[in-house]
């Protein structure tokens, strides 16, 4: 059974920083992606930073130059470092990874909250 684990979420103040983790666990995973979506409220969920099992990343906008993704691939675990995050960030953060255990496909956390507000 696979599972994605996240923590990390919070409160913090206009220009603060938060860090995000999550780790996939399970027996004879294959994983060839993990990143980041966030929704919020009343708005579509959109991807905000990806990183391939070799290393290349990929953000959205909006996190460029703000936010870092990194993983390691000895835990399984990808991090989200966020960085002067304004009002807008807030969302809920789901983690995703595109792996194989008998099939290859997404799987999706429960979802972590960040809040951005003074």
């Known amino acids: 059974q696979v599972q994605l684990v996240e923590s990390g979420g919070g409160l913090v103040q206009p220009g603060g920083s938060l860090r995000l983790s999550c780790a996939a666990s399970?027996?004879?995973?294959?994983?060839?992606?993990m990143g980041w979506h966030r929704q919020a409220p009343g708005k579509q969920r959109e991807l905000v930073a990806s990183i391939t099992r070799g290393g290349s990343t990929n953000y959205a906008d909006s996190a460029k130059g703000r936010f870092t993704i990194s993983e390691d691939n000895v835990k399984d675990t990808v991090y989200l470092q966020m960085n002067n995050l304004k009002a807008e960030d807030t969302a809920v953060y789901y983690c995703y990874a595109d792996l194989a255990v008998l099939v290859r496909r997404d799987y999706w956390g429960q979802g972590t909250q960040v809040t951005v507000s003074s």
């Open positions: 399970g027996r004879g995973l294959i994983i060839y992606t």
